[in-house]
């Protein structure tokens, strides 16, 4: 019940929303919407959390073996708690904001949100096709109607990138379902068939393409900046903080335990090597960046380069990192978009060269800015740096991996890139002189220092006591390594 | 049976309606009501009810899968008659002639999904393509249209001939015009067989539009008045396929092996001009041809796999390419101008009609939730379970891919491109008709079963 509520509370007032003519009515339907979710998430995880609640199963496409299956697991409450928590942040920071059409831009978001949730909870191939596209073609909506100046191409090139990967892998999974003894798309057919490993290893590349277009993983980062900058603000939260984590989520749960040999073939070298040659080149384009978005863009590529990192390096501490590091991410990139928002609104710019000074201006916005800047740099006491370390030593101490001491250190560089280029941001535009542009600034409003404050409070939180998410994730990481790992390797 | 004498019988009676009749509207009412009569009468004929006794053994055999398209071919007519039935009076003088000819057409259509006869097939296309050259070049001052109907009727004479040659062929092989007595299993199929299957194939796909005997199809398309090019795009092609699909199921399915590898290479080819050729079009009648072409190299991989996955998946697929596209094209009769340009800013002056217009894009070009995407994925999982051919289903949803950019750029105009669309107003009839089109392709892109269900029953 918890499960279908999670779908059907966005989805249904997000349908909803189309009908309220009214800017404000539309504005605060989608507020109220986006806590009865929280709400919802909240109960799942405390006192609901049984398992026949978490779950939901009815007959939906018996012809084609496919079934309306969804379940909470542990990694799926912990995306599903982010994507939930997420939407009103996003709402209350952007609330100033005014929208054309504004019915019509809340309903596509509560929609987004439906095929967030969806794409975290289901439990069968197809149904987890669907809400992937579903969670796509309102943000296409969102980006191309409400965007910037070049959003009609960059929005575009973002959809045909994703497109191209996900109609590969419908292939991959239309395959694997045919491999399957009963013709089902059932998650534990796929988990119980057995593949010879020359299959494994094309059908991988298929899957694995439709994922790593959408992390972003290096190559396939092109379309990432663009949209990120085009995109209206609040459309950005929602790619950059969730969106992305669909792509490792999918790994996670639809690549390691069912191409167990594939995985380990290309996962831990192959794919390690260039992941972490991308994550290097990001870092050093989101140095040299003068407008924020973009360098918050090739940050994330970094970030995220990581978390692919540790999954294919298959160790239990490494992989309940990377499911509490997407929690993380997702937080402390909305307090960074926040920041954005807030200075763009105000002073209509977002390059570093044009700002400067605020610190003087706004004490209350540079306080919770640094905060949220450290933990993107992963300090101790925030969460990132728990996430980080935790990632660390699981590359290290990886039972499939060889080469830790090359990937380690080569890693551990983007960590000490990411720190020059999240100063450099802050401090080009907090410290300093101010200038003509923010001479006239003033401090940030009441529920922006709500969204930030309740942000500071969450990196802090799990900063210091991350003990319930990982009890949380324990489960789902030893049942995915059991199957990920290979016999052979089994120590 | 009941559909085609009857169908047959209203085509007759359409003919001198228009001298007997004055009213226009009481011209398009007896055409409305007869093609219902004809629906409601096939449809009963599915639960055993036969209005005629006439023995066709041999020649045509109503099956439940021939009679279950026929109610889909005609369910079709029936939505294209209601949306489109008004524009055909801007076409020529010769109001009640049209509705002759389209109910012809449905009495081919009906012959070519119902033979078992190769005669009753030949038949059957001609019917079909006869009053098709004529609907062509209804538009008799338009020079395009008198350029396209010869254009047509030349090409389409000479796959006609084709086709009879191949006929001639595969009887002197076999003796037999019946088309389960073609193929003997066991022994092997001699070169006569094989020649006059190639002719054979060749002339469907000609029908069919598909690559390489695709060159008329733009041309035609484009000359056509562009309400008959909605009726001769969907559910005429989508017949033809349904006439594909038996022809070779029936009579080549059991030497299947020899013919598959050209079908195939003739998909990838359909496919990849298709929707490349689509990519570069200025106006969006002619991407609507390409596009055509292109959704007919989806249909082909039907005729490739030749299992039921693929012939339950056919079905969908013709219900869901002729729902979208007789809605796409009923909405761009109604536009000024049939460049992508001409759709600038048309979502602000009817945004109902862009709502739906994007429904059926998307069902188009296959997004999940459409009865398009369901479609697809039948084809590929009909491909896939036939075993090999996986180059060509990655071939297909690349191009799949490219199409999402032709049909995403009238997105595109009519949302985020500022313009006037010069639009005709519309109806609310007309509203009300398409809004319940596009419910129902969301609604079979989300419950397929509801057609099938009613397949199997």
């Known amino acids: 019940m918890i499960a279908l509520l999670l779908i059907l509370v966005p989805l249904l007032s997000g349908i909803a929303a189309f009908f309220l003519k009214k800017e404000n009515a539309a504005k605060g339907w989608a507020l109220l919407s986006s806590f009865a979710t929280v709400t919802v998430s909240i109960l799942g995880l405390t006192i609901l959390n049984k398992t026949e609640l978490l779950q939901f199963k009815c007959s939906w496409l018996p012809g084609l073996g496919s079934s309306f299956s969804i379940q909470l697991d542990g990694m799926g409450q912990i995306l599903c708690l982010l994507t939930a928590i997420s939407f009103p942040l996003i709402f209350i920071a952007t609330w100033q904001r005014s929208y054309k059409n504004a019915h019509n831009f809340f309903a596509l978001m509560l929609l987004s949100q439906a095929g967030l949730m969806g794409v975290f909870l289901a439990m069968d191939a197809l149904l987890f096709y669907f809400f992937w596209e579903l969670a796509l073609i309102p943000v296409y909506f969102l980006s191309s109607i409400w965007g910037a100046e070049r959003r009609i191409a960059a929005t575009f090139k973002f959809f045909i990138y994703t497109f191209v990967g996900s109609l590969l892998m419908l292939v991959g999974l239309i395959y694997l379902q045919s491999l399957t003894p009963d013709r089902s798309f059932d998650i534990k057919a796929f988990y119980s068939i057995a593949i010879d490993s020359k299959t494994q290893n094309w059908i991988f590349w298929l899957m694995f393409i439709a994922f790593a277009i959408k992390i972003p993983v290096f190559p396939f980062h092109s379309w990432q900046p663009d949209a990120y900058e085009q995109s209206p603000t609040a459309v950005t939260m929602v790619l950059s903080g969730i969106m992305v984590k669909m792509g490792l989520f999918a790994v996670i749960r639809w690549l390691l335990p069912v191409l167990p040999s594939a995985s380990y073939a290309y996962g831990e070298e192959m794919i390690s090597m260039w992941v972490i040659v991308g994550m290097i080149y990001a870092s050093l384009l989101a140095w040299r960046q003068d407008d924020m978005k973009r360098l918050i863009a090739y940050s994330s590529i970094a970030h995220l380069g990581l978390m692919v990192v540790a999954i294919f390096s298959e160790s239990e501490i490494g992989m309940q990192g990377v499911m509490l590091q997407m929690f993380n991410h997702g937080i402390n990139i909305l307090g960074l978009w926040v920041v954005v928002e807030i200075l763009e609104r105000k002073y209509g710019t977002r390059k570093l060269s044009e700002l400067g000074g605020l610190a003087q201006k706004a004490p209350a916005m540079a306080i919770l800015f640094v905060v949220v800047a450290l933990a993107n740099i992963a300090l101790p006491l925030t969460n990132a740096f728990v996430g980080e370390f935790m990632m660390f030593t699981g590359i290290f101490t990886s039972p499939v991996s060889a080469y830790e001491m090359i990937t380690v250190p080569a890693a551990g560089l983007t960590i000490i890139i990411g720190a020059v280029y999240t100063l450099r941001m802050v401090q080009k535009v907090i410290y300093g002189n101010t200038n003509a542009l923010t001479e006239t600034g003033t401090d940030i409003g009441y529920n922006e220092k709500l969204v930030l404050g309740i942000i500071v409070i969450l990196i802090l939180i799990v900063g210091v006591y991350p003990q319930p998410f990982l009890d949380l994730t324990k489960e789902t990481t030893d049942f995915i390594l059991d199957k990920a790992i290979l016999p052979s390797l089994k120590k | 049976m009941n559909a085609l004498i009857i169908s047959a019988i209203m085509g007759v009676l359409m003919m001198f309606s228009g001298i007997l009749l004055k009213q226009k509207s009481t011209i398009r009412g007896l055409a409305l009501t007869g093609l219902l009569v004809t629906i409601i009468l096939n449809v009963m004929e599915i639960y055993g009810f036969h209005l005629f006794k006439i023995n066709a053994t041999g020649m045509m055999s109503f099956d439940r899968f021939s009679l279950f398209f026929n109610t889909i071919a005609m369910a079709c007519t029936f939505v294209f008659f209601l949306l489109s039935a008004k524009e055909m009076e801007k076409v020529g003088v010769n109001y009640s002639d049209y509705f002759a000819l389209i109910f012809f057409i449905l009495a081919g259509i009906i012959l070519s999904s119902s033979f078992s006869s190769l005669l009753i097939l030949f038949l059957g296309i001609e019917i079909i393509s006869i009053p098709l050259y004529i609907l062509t070049g209804s538009d008799k001052r338009n020079l395009k249209s008198n350029e396209a109907s010869l254009k047509y009727f030349l090409l389409g004479s000479f796959s006609t001939g084709l086709m009879l040659m191949g006929i001639t062929l595969v009887y002197g092989s076999s003796g037999s015009f019946a088309i389960d007595a073609i193929t003997n299993p066991g022994t092997k199929p001699d070169v006569l067989l094989i020649a006059g299957l190639l002719l054979l194939m060749f002339s469907m796909a000609f029908k069919v539009s598909a690559a390489p005997f695709h060159f008329w199809t733009p041309d035609v398309y484009d000359g056509a008045p562009t309400v008959f090019t909605s009726f001769m795009a969907t559910i005429v092609k989508a017949a033809v396929f349904i006439a594909f699909i038996r022809l070779f199921y029936h009579a080549f399915g059991e030497i299947h092996s020899t013919w598959k590898f050209i079908i195939a290479v003739i998909t990838a080819l359909t496919l990849f001009i298709g929707n490349i050729t689509a990519v570069f079009q200025q106006s969006v009648k002619r991407m609507l041809a390409y596009s055509s072409i292109a959704q007919a190299g989806f249909m082909l991989m ?7 996955i693929g012939s339950e998946g056919i079905l969908l697929y013709t219900t869901a390419y002729c729902l979208s596209t007789i809605g796409l094209f009923a909405i761009l009769v109604k536009m000024k101008d049939y460049t992508f340009e001409g759709f600038n800013g048309f979502a602000k002056h009817q945004p109902l009609l862009a709502g739906v217009a994007v429904i059926f894009l998307l069902s188009l070009a296959g997004i999940p939730l459409t009865a398009g995407f369901l479609a ?73 079963q509801l057609l099938f269900s009613w397949f199997y029953f």
């Open chain 2, 302 to 308: 039907a005729v490739l796999a030749l299992n039921s």
């Open chain 2, 376 to 448: 697809k994925f039948y084809m590929i999982n009909a491909v896939i379970n036939s075993g090999g051919f996986l180059w060509l289903v990655i071939l297909a949803v690349l191009m799949a891919a490219i199409s999402v950019y032709y049909y995403f750029r009238v997105i595109q105009a009519m949302y985020f491109k500022e313009g006037e669309a010069q639009v005709i107003e519309a109806s609310t009839s007309f509203k009300w008709v398409i809004s319940l089109v596009a419910a129902l392709v969301i609604l079979l892109g989300v419950f397929p």
